[in-house]
């Protein structure tokens, strides 16, 4: 019989032929993968949108998700890396095991989306302390 393991890494609209121990004739197999809400499958890399707030994008994330093995993976980057709008970073090895290889993976390529503050948010005292910070480019 198979099991979960035998399956990973497969693509979609792979055919897979069972012969069942003693059993007269074969079990065609086809993987049909559903899709899901926040990973999207290229072959056997991850690819995720991640939302992070302005801070966050100029002052650096701490974060977590819940992986597909259902793992909780923390994203962090360093203070001060800055984030730019649709950004993408690669998390080498968090992505799907090749087949017929579990100790390889490819990889998480997180893409960035940066919520800004709502119009009309900011009091004038913010405005102030946000103009004397020298931003620079």
Partial sequence: PHDK?????RRNGTLSLMQPGNLAGDVIMIVDIKPHDDFVRVGADLHMKKK???LEALAGVKSTFVHL????TNIETAEGDVIGFGEKRIVPG????F???DS?????IIEFTIEM??????STGQIYQLKQVP???
């Fill in 5 to 9: 393991h035998d399956w990973r890494g």
């Fill in 52 to 54: 992070i707030t302005l």
């Fill in 69 to 72: 093995d259902g793992n909780i």
């Fill in 94 to 97: 968090l992505g799907l095991p």
């Fill in 99 to 101: 087949f017929g290889d």
């Fill in 104 to 108: 390889r993976h490819g990889n998480l």
């Fill in 117 to 122: 503050p709502k119009k009309h948010s900011l």
């Fill in 135 to 137: 931003f620079p480019c």
